[in-house]
């Protein structure tokens, strides 16, 4: 394949995780290292260094709009990102050290973990209101606009939401992933934070744990630009489409479409994972 | 950051950053796109495999090597460049947290922004560990 066809499939395939990525909530990160490496027979360690790359432009790309709102917890979310920074540069060093078999039947893994997310029904929590002790230390509790007026909240299990975290970032960093989903339920299932607050804080952590492995990635040599630019150009693409028929789209039937083709790409990486095929 | 201190209020100082990281993705983009075509013009017809691992070269794994090779006009230079600029949005992101803890006079923040910043700069200069 020439470099001019390849580029062009990999911008299309990008476009279309970063649309679903995005339309679905679940972002596009998770099938962009199972498409590089089923359908394009890319290395894993390359195509880890693309996704990571993409995952910082989708976050960032998306950040303004949700900062409008007022949303994002920004001291819950740097306090957690100590966690997550530390454990993506943990998670860079070490993925020199896992072979690509392991990688993938991780990220195998990690794809029947996100269909099951998908699928299960959100359930709203309670909002919180007394005061947690390291909450109250570290001033965590903040306030989040609803349809009655800023509505106060708490948060609890802050140790438990930092030590998730930290894997959190060690994942992010091996699958080259925004681990968006463990983000988020670290924060709103664990410390009790309303929905919208832990997905607008997910989405400003993402690009910051994302940009301490890629660092690392970048002088590893798993960052390669001929490969990289389809995958980040496409997938910002996608998911700026994405963000602005967000509001039009029925997503319940992309959902279960995206869950379908989470649970393929999850088999086939299990699969290759174990027979040696990556 | 709920109460404004010093003069600039939390939504001023998200409002700046937001638009600021929509700006570094933006000329992110463009230097990556820019790189894209002159590297497609150049060499779109060579064959591309990426089935087997060697790593990049050494020119496009070091900050030095990647903007000299850059400003020397080589097209995956300027597209490793462009990724470059993406990396750093979320850092100057986090920069800037720092920098708005530092007007409010909130010291455990600012200790703990400093680290994330520390972390993120230790990656991208020395690689990690």
Same mark, same amino acid.
């Given at each position: 394949?020439?470099?001019?066809?390849?580029?062009?499939?990999?911008?299309?395939?990008?476009?279309?995780?970063?649309?679903?990525?995005?339309?679905?909530?679940?972002?596009?990160?998770?099938?962009? #290292?199972?498409? &590089?490496?089923?359908?394009?027979?890319?290395?894993?360690?390359?195509?880890?260094?693309?996704?990571?790359?993409?995952?910082?432009?989708?976050?960032?790309?998306?950040?303004?709009?949700?900062?409008?709102?007022?949303? $994002?917890?920004?001291?819950?979310?740097?306090?957690?990102?100590?966690?997550?920074?530390? +454990?993506? %540069?943990?998670?860079?060093?070490?993925? +020199?050290?896992?072979?690509?078999?392991? =990688?993938?039947?991780?990220?195998?893994?990690?794809?029947?973990?996100?269909?099951?997310?998908?699928?299960?029904?959100?359930?709203?929590?309670?909002? &919180?209101?007394?005061?947690?002790?390291?909450?109250?230390?570290?001033?965590?509790?903040?306030?989040?606009?609803?349809?009655?007026?800023?509505?106060?909240?708490?948060?609890?299990?802050?140790?438990?939401?930092? !030590? #998730?975290?930290?894997?959190?970032?060690?994942?992010?960093?091996?699958?080259?992933?925004?681990?968006?989903?463990?983000?988020?339920?670290?924060?709103?299932? %664990?410390?009790?934070?309303?929905?919208? !607050?832990?997905?607008? $804080?997910?989405?400003?952590?993402?690009?910051?744990?994302?940009?301490?492995?890629?660092?690392?990635?970048?002088? &590893?040599?798993?960052?390669?630009?001929?490969?990289?630019?389809?995958?980040?150009?496409?997938? =910002?693409? +996608?998911?700026?489409?994405?963000?602005?028929?967000?509001?039009?789209?029925?997503?319940?039937?992309?959902?279960?479409?995206?869950?379908?083709?989470?649970?393929?790409?999850?088999?086939?990486?299990?699969?290759?994972?174990?027979?040696?095929?990556? | 950051? /709920?109460?404004?201190?010093?003069?600039?209020?939390?939504?001023?100082?998200?409002?700046?950053?937001?638009?600021?990281?929509?700006?570094?993705?933006?000329?992110?983009?463009?230097?990556?796109?820019?790189?894209?075509?002159?590297?497609?013009?150049?060499?779109?017809?060579?064959?591309?495999?990426?089935?087997?691992?060697? /790593?990049?070269?050494?020119?496009?794994?070091?900050?030095?090597?990647?903007?000299?090779?850059? @400003?020397?006009?080589?097209?995956?230079?300027?597209?490793? @460049?462009?990724?470059?600029?993406?990396?750093? /949005?979320?850092?100057?992101?986090?920069?800037?947290?720092?920098?708005? *803890?530092?007007?409010?006079?909130?010291? /455990?923040?600012?200790?703990?922004?400093?680290?994330?910043?520390?972390?993120?700069? @230790?990656?991208?200069? *020395?690689?990690?560990?």
């Amino acid at each position: 394949m020439t470099t001019l066809t390849f580029a062009l499939l990999i911008a299309a395939g990008s476009v279309t995780a970063g649309l679903l990525g995005a339309l679905t909530g679940l972002g596009g990160g998770i099938i962009v #290292v199972p498409m &590089l490496t089923l359908l394009f027979h890319v290395d894993m360690r390359y195509a880890v260094g693309a996704s990571i790359v993409s995952v910082i432009g989708t976050s960032s790309g998306a950040a303004a709009a949700y900062v409008r709102e007022g949303y $994002t917890n920004v001291r819950v979310g740097i306090l957690l990102e100590v966690a997550t920074t530390t +454990g993506a %540069l943990i998670g860079a060093a070490l993925s +020199g050290y896992m072979s690509t078999n392991a =990688l993938a039947i991780l990220f195998g893994v990690v794809l029947l973990f996100t269909a099951a997310r998908a699928l299960k029904p959100r359930a709203e929590h309670a909002i &919180l209101t007394t005061p947690d002790k390291w909450a109250s230390r570290l001033r965590l509790d903040s306030t989040y606009p609803t349809a009655s007026g800023l509505q106060r909240y708490s948060v609890t299990r802050v140790p438990a939401g930092f !030590v #998730v975290m930290f894997a959190a970032g060690i994942l992010s960093a091996l699958l080259g992933i925004g681990s968006g989903i463990v983000k988020v339920l670290a924060m709103d299932q %664990l410390m009790r934070l309303p929905f919208k !607050v832990s997905t607008t $804080t997910s989405n400003f952590m993402i690009g910051v744990t994302a940009a301490a492995s890629a660092g690392v990635y970048l002088h &590893l040599g798993y960052i390669d630009p001929v490969l990289a630019f389809p995958v980040m150009l496409g997938v =910002l693409v +996608g998911a700026l489409v994405g963000a602005r028929i967000l509001t039009r789209a029925k997503v319940g039937w992309l959902r279960n479409l995206f869950t379908v083709i989470v649970v393929v790409m999850a088999v086939q990486m299990l699969y290759k994972g174990f027979t040696g095929g990556v | 950051m /709920t109460e404004p201190h010093g003069g600039v209020s939390d939504e001023e100082v998200e409002q700046i950053i937001g638009r600021l990281l929509q700006l570094g993705v933006l000329v992110a983009a463009l230097v990556v796109l820019v790189g894209a075509a002159l590297l497609l013009g150049r060499h779109g017809g060579a064959v591309a495999s990426y089935a087997v691992f060697h /790593t990049e070269p050494a020119a496009l794994r070091s900050i030095a090597g990647i903007v000299r090779a850059a @400003f020397s006009g080589d097209a995956t230079g300027i597209v490793q @460049f462009g990724l470059l600029l993406l990396i750093l /949005t979320p850092i100057v992101r986090v920069a800037f947290t720092l920098v708005a *803890f530092v007007l409010q006079r909130d010291g /455990t923040y600012i200790v703990v922004t400093a680290i994330v910043l520390v972390l993120l700069l @230790f990656g991208l200069v *020395f690689g990690g560990a």
